[in-house]
């Protein structure tokens, strides 16, 4: 196939040893061996919320997944999201289509061409965050001040050298939820998102129901104790709406949060688990 200097290539060394009284024991392991040798990693949620100290944590290690030194610099881009919503389509794209772009937004108004809702295909925005990593334990936690930051979908790119002296870089889109903020968050049309994961009694839970719909109803039900909780409902137009769910000792065991909507012949729906320990 040609040569190709990045290709990696694993190998499984296995040891088989027979003891003085007979017993065969084995071990083995995997070794890669390759040309470029330096693979660093954002490793993020894809949704986190808004913080005075949103940590953005970056790795390097080498083939054999062991640490090595990391330098290179880390920038962080606004996405944008396009204002259109689109429908889910019950059928892939086609390879060859028959009709043109114009005529298929005619046609076909609520649905999707060419992967235009895919967010790789969304524009690029402005840089929002820059910094230079240099770390010597190939194990570092930038900081990032989101506390005011608008809520929205952020390509996170790390460029860095590998040991062969070529710009490699890898990335990672990440949607920010600032619940000050009352419009819809962007990256999602419905979503249903708790701001801690687990609560203690006496705490009062909070969950984030947002919805990019113009103008329509959902309706949300809040399970206790394994019983279903009363239908409550909400009108909202690309709106946010927080939920608070006083936690008491009943409650341990874990809090069931479920919410519904239609839009355009969609039929949309979220939960979410609230752990409340025992």
Same mark, same amino acid.
């Given at each position: 196939e040609g040569y190709n200097k990045t290709a990696n290539y694993k190998?499984? *060394?296995?040891?088989?040893?027979?003891?003085?009284?007979?017993?065969?024991?084995?071990?083995? &392991?995997? %070794?890669?061996?390759?040309?470029? &040798?330096?693979y660093a990693k954002i490793n993020m949620?894809?949704?986190?919320? $808004?913080?005075?100290?949103?940590?953005?944590?970056?790795? $390097?290690?080498?083939?054999?997944?062991?640490?090595?030194?990391?330098?290179?610099? @880390?920038?962080i881009q606004t996405v944008n999201v396009p204002e259109k919503i689109y429908s889910r389509q019950f059928w892939d794209e086609p390879l060859t289509p028959i009709i043109d772009a114009e005529t298929h937004k005619k046609l076909f108004p609520y649905f999707a061409l060419n992967g235009e809702n895919e967010r790789k295909n969304f524009p690029v925005g402005k840089t929002v965050y820059s910094q230079t990593i240099n770390d010597s334990t190939g194990n570092t936690n930038a900081i990032?001040?989101? +506390? &005011? &930051?608008? +809520?929205?979908?952020? @390509?996170?790119?790390?460029?860095?050298?590998?040991? @062969?002296g070529d710009t490699q870089a890898t990335t990672e889109y990440v949607a920010l939820l600032n619940p000050k903020n009352k419009k819809a968050f962007p990256h999602q049309y419905f979503s249903?998102? $708790?701001?801690?994961? +687990?609560?203690?009694?006496?705490?009062?839970?909070? %969950?984030? @129901?947002?919805?990019?719909?113009?103008?329509?109803? =959902? *309706?949300?039900?809040?399970?206790?104790?394994?019983?279903?909780?009363?239908?409550?409902q909400i009108t909202l137009k690309n709106a =946010?709406?927080?939920?608070? *769910?006083? =936690?008491?000792?009943?409650?341990?065991?874990? *809090?069931?949060?479920?919410?519904?909507?239609?839009?355009?012949?969609?039929?949309?729906?979220?939960? =979410?688990e609230?752990? %409340?320990p025992y």
């Open positions: 190998y499984t *060394i296995e040891a088989i040893v027979t003891d003085i009284t007979g017993e065969t024991h084995s071990e083995e &392991t995997t %070794v890669t061996i390759g040309k470029s &040798t330096v949620e894809d949704e986190v919320f $808004a913080s005075p100290k949103t940590e953005i944590n970056i790795t $390097a290690k080498n083939l054999n997944n062991q640490p090595i030194p990391l330098k290179g610099k @880390l920038k990032w001040n989101t +506390s &005011t &930051t608008p +809520s929205g979908l952020y @390509l996170f790119t790390f460029t860095y050298l590998d040991n @062969l249903l998102n $708790a701001q801690q994961k +687990s609560y203690q009694p006496n705490q009062v839970a909070e %969950v984030i @129901l947002s919805s990019r719909f113009p103008k329509t109803r =959902v *309706i949300y039900f809040i399970d206790k104790q394994g019983e279903a909780g009363k239908m409550q =946010v709406h927080k939920i608070k *769910i006083p =936690v008491t000792d009943a409650d341990r065991g874990g *809090i069931h949060i479920t919410a519904f909507s239609i839009y355009n012949n969609r039929f949309y729906k979220e939960t =979410v609230i752990a %409340v």
